[in-house]
């Protein structure tokens, strides 16, 4: 049963996903986070919004005991059957990250490149959505298990979009949220939908991580292919936090 405007999208989109260019960098992202997280062998990692599995494929290699949950069939499709080929175990949930009581404690936990914050479906609160996927992260990890997310920066809506956007419907400047149309080919044709994006200042961001129950320890410039230690710049795509569960 299709329960939003995005988890039909990735249905459709999965079988194409891993040919957009922000994939592209995986293996260098996973080495990138295994760096930060500097866990021991067969600690315990939940991916959040795995998608096709790239990021928990990746830290399964690194051996990580992985555990990646997805709102999308066809993206977990995927994955299982790209985590067969690279030959590694990961537990593969189909859950809506809002909703998630999986099995705890895990020792750190991750929600990347639009994994499940920031996209809204047309019934979702503005701000309760990300409250909640945030809550149920701190519930999964044990105490001082660390949280790595990336978030849509904000300054880049705000540069990008004009007045005209505004009064269109296109953008909402209290909110940060973008309103547009999605299109995809699948066996029934092309299809489209309406969606919401959600931005975040860096600062807004660090206080909702906060806010939830983490301490923030960096915040950093998250866009894929792009990531390491240093300042969000203005006009990239999303930023990235890092976070832990008090001890």
């Given at each position: 049963m299709i329960t939003?405007?995005?988890?039909e999208f990735f249905d459709g989109h999965a079988p194409e996903y891993m040919q957009n260019v922000f994939t592209?960098?995986?293996a260098r992202e996973?080495?990138?986070?295994?760096?930060?997280l500097a866990l021991p062998p067969g600690a315990r990692l939940l991916d959040i919004g795995c998608g096709t599995g790239r990021h928990a494929i990746e830290?399964?290699?690194?051996?990580?005991?992985v555990t990646g949950i997805d709102l999308s069939?066809?993206?977990l499709a995927e994955a299982r059957q790209a985590a067969a080929q690279a030959g590694v175990t990961v537990e593969w949930i189909k859950a809506d990250a809002t909703r998630f009581l999986g099995p705890a404690p895990f020792d750190a936990a991750v929600c990347l490149c639009e994994g499940?914050?920031?996209l809204l479906g047309s019934d979702d609160d503005v701000d309760e959505h990300d409250r909640a996927i945030l809550r149920s992260a701190l519930l999964a990890l044990r105490p001082g298990g660390s949280l790595i997310l990336t978030a849509l920066n904000g300054l880049a809506k705000i540069r990008q979009f004009t007045p005209e956007d505004v009064k269109a419907g296109r953008f909402d400047p209290t909110t940060l949220v973008e309103t547009f149309e999605v299109e995809w080919e699948s066996p029934q044709g092309k299809r489209s939908l309406r969606v919401r994006e959600r931005g975040y200042l860096p600062a807004q961001l660090a206080e909702r991580i906060q806010e939830a129950g983490f301490v923030v320890e960096h915040v950093w410039g998250g866009t894929a292919g792009?990531?390491?230690r240093r300042p969000v710049e203005l006009d990239e795509i999303e930023m990235m936090i890092?976070?832990?569960?008090p001890a």
């Open positions: 939003n405007e995005w988890e592209r960098d995986t996973a080495a990138f986070l295994e760096e930060l830290m399964a290699r690194r051996g990580y005991a069939a066809g993206m499940a914050l920031c792009a990531w390491g890092v976070a832990h569960k």
